[in-house]
């Protein structure tokens, strides 16, 4: 059984920084391609980042290049999501996804490209 568990949310004041987790298992996690996206009050989840499974090939939303970055850790089956200079705008729940297709290239940008999650780590940032 799949399981995606997050981790390191919390409260940070605008231009802050947070590194969350997330801690795979269930699966061959060296096999897949790892994403994480947000979700906001009222609003769609949204593509956040991507790592290939290989860790080779990492692909960001526009609104985030440049101050999040995407790492993992094979060995230990955790990637990580490193995220600076934050503003209210980041202000959502984050969740870590596995990709549907085994190596798969990381190029998935929809919510449908993905096929098992994490239950999600609160990111509240105050202005």
């Known amino acids: 059984q799949v399981q995606l568990v997050e981790t390191g949310g919390g409260l940070v004041q605008a231009g802050g920084s947070l590194r969350l987790s997330c801690v795979a298992s269930?699966?061959?996690?060296?096999?897949?391609?790892m994403a994480w996206f947000r979700q906001a009050p009222g609003k769609e989840r949204e593509f956040v980042g991507t790592?290939?499974?290989?860790?080779?090939?990492?692909h960001y939303a526009e609104s985030v290049k440049g101050r999040f970055t995407i790492s993992r850790d094979n060995a230990k089956s955790t990637v990580y999501l490193q995220m600076n200079s934050l503003g209210p705008e980041d202000t959502a729940i984050y969740y870590c996804?596995?990709?549907?297709?085994?190596?798969?290239?990381?190029?998935?940008?929809?919510?449908?490209?993905?096929?098992?999650w994490g239950q999600g780590t609160q990111v509240t940032v105050s202005s």
């Open positions: 996804a596995v990709d549907r297709f085994y190596r798969n290239g990381g190029t998935g940008l929809r919510v449908t490209d993905y096929n098992h």
């Open positions: 269930g699966y061959s996690f060296s096999d897949y391609t």
């Open positions: 790592s290939s499974w290989n860790g080779w090939f990492k």
